[in-house]
T-cell receptor, first 118, second 115 residues
Framework: AQTVTQSQPEMSVQEAETVTLSCTYDTSESDYYLFWYKQPPSRQMILVIRQEAYKQQNATENRFSVNFQKAAKSFSLKISDSQLGDAAMYFCAYKARYSGGGADGLTFGKGTHLIIQP | DTEVTQTPKHLVMGMTNKKSLKCEQHMGHRAMYWYKQKAKKPPELMFVYSYEKLSINESVPSRFSPECPNSSLLNLHLHALQPEDSALYLC??????????????FGNGTRLTVT
């Protein structure tokens, strides 16, 4: 069974600084997706960034980028120029591409609470 | 704005009550999901419907009864709940199988309190 580990329960960063959230995972699959979701106090789970395992290039979305190390099974999220609106719980998640007949749930890590200091 | 709409936003119910949570999406997704989330914890998968058929039930107690009347609607019927069932209930939808677009669309959730 696959597992996702986020070893940082809480992180704090000064506004405008850069912060990196770590995530490791364990799987026997070779083709899968990895995601970072953000959940602010408004409760909605918002997709921040996604990575497909067969793509070697690291995904980027504006101030958000990942460092995907497939051999090490590591998938960290870097947030540049942190803003107050980035404060939220961040969940790393995994899904095998072909599991569950195409419709099954994500495997989530336990989450990292990100605090932005003004 | 979310494209997955959940109602109600908040619900308080007694242990003898019967209530229902509702979820609606109009993105043409054919998979819909119920998740349960406790405070400061990740979402836990409860049920998955694929093409309106229940495809995954993660050993959820029978006091939770899902229903998918059509491809746009998903209900969760609640009966004889316990205080420990108090949580945020999230609905989500996706294509089947997952394509190159956004994988899971989540709603804003229903905050359930059982007294």
């Amino acid at each position: 069974a696959q597992t996702v580990t986020q070893s940082q329960p809480e992180m704090s960063v000064q506004e405008a600084e850069t912060v990196t959230l770590s995530c490791t995972y364990d799987t026997s699959e070779s083709d899968y997706y990895l995601f970072w979701y953000k959940q602010p106090p408004s409760r909605q789970m918002i997709l921040v960034i996604r990575q497909e395992a067969y793509k070697q290039q690291n995904a980027t979305e504006n101030r958000f980028s990942v460092n995907f190390q497939k051999a090490a099974k590591s998938f960290s999220l870097k947030i540049s120029d942190s803003q107050l609106g980035d404060a939220a719980m961040y969940f790393c998640a995994y899904k095998a591409r072909y599991s569950g007949g195409g419709a099954d749930g994500l495997t989530f890590g336990k989450g990292t609470h990100l605090i932005i200091q003004p | 704005d979310t494209e997955v709409t959940q109602t109600p936003k908040h619900l308080v119910m007694g242990m003898t009550n019967k209530k229902s949570l509702k979820c609606e999406q109009h993105m043409g997704h054919r998979a819909m999901y119920w998740y349960k989330q406790k405070a400061k914890k990740p979402p836990e998968l409860m049920f998955v419907y694929s093409y309106e058929k229940l495809s995954i039930n993660e050993s959820v107690p029978s006091r939770f009864s899902p229903e998918c009347p059509n491809s746009s609607l998903l209900n969760l019927h609640l009966h004889a709940l316990q205080p420990e069932d108090s949580a945020l209930y999230l609905c989500a939808s996706s294509q089947v199988p997952w394509g190159s677009t956004l994988p899971l669309h989540f709603g804003n959730g229903t905050r359930l309190t059982v007294t």
